[in-house]
């Protein structure tokens, strides 16, 4: 690994802050070129994190695998088989409290996430969030699928573009 040396001054250091709730969340997975795709969304809240994320993922998803269906099946699997409750429960109990969807709570658990695509990338950042500690990672036959969130208050920057004073 090439050794850099940087000399930095004091004032190129500095604390960037972002707003509560702020959210890094990242999705990783084989694409059908063999090449690995990763992709950072940063949403301010929660609640645009639900808005958005289903939607980022499936552009994504489109963008990069060609049996989409397989793809979302498998994933869908999986979760049943693992991450029944918690996880979809949790999940489909959380969302219906939260956002005002009583009809969500009705439905038996393995229908609701299969009649509801949208909720599969919800549904993984849940289990990301609240139960694996911000990491998780699909088995190698789900192309090697893997999620990450953070919550982000603040994060300590460097400035590499600033002049160097001689």
């Known amino acids: 690994?090439?050794?850099?040396?940087?000399?930095?001054?004091?004032?190129?250091?500095?604390?960037?802050?972002?707003?509560?709730?702020?959210?890094?969340?990242?999705?990783?997975?084989n694409a059908d070129s063999g090449e690995k795709v990763n992709e950072v969304i940063?949403?301010?809240?929660?609640d645009e994190a639900v808005r958005k994320l289903p939607s980022f993922v499936t552009e994504l998803t489109f963008k990069h695998v060609q049996d989409k269906l397989k793809f979302h099946?498998?994933?869908?699997?999986?979760?049943?088989?693992?991450?029944?409750?918690?996880?979809?429960?949790?999940?489909?109990?959380?969302?219906?409290?939260?956002?005002?969807?009583?009809?969500?709570?009705?439905m038996d658990p393995i229908k609701w996430i299969k009649s509801e695509p949208e909720m599969v990338a919800l549904t993984?950042?849940?289990?990301?969030?609240?139960?694996?500690?911000?990491?998780?990672?699909?088995?190698?036959?789900?192309?090697?699928?893997?999620?990450?969130?953070?919550?982000v208050k603040n994060v300590l920057a460097i400035n590499f573009w600033e002049e160097n004073e001689k």
């Open 124 to 151: 993984l950042s849940h289990i990301a969030g609240r139960y694996t500690n911000g990491y998780l990672k699909l088995p190698e036959k789900i192309r090697n699928l893997e999620f990450c969130c953070r919550f």
């Open 73 to 106: 099946n498998d994933i869908v699997e999986w979760l049943i088989e693992n991450w029944l409750d918690p996880g979809i429960v949790t999940c489909q109990k959380y969302i219906a409290q939260q956002y005002g969807f009583p009809e969500f709570s009705e």
């Open 42 to 46: 940063i949403l301010s809240s929660l």
């Open 1 to 29: 690994m090439d050794k850099k040396i940087y000399n930095l001054k004091e004032s190129s250091l500095g604390k960037i802050n972002f707003a509560d709730g702020t959210v890094f969340m990242s999705i990783s997975f």
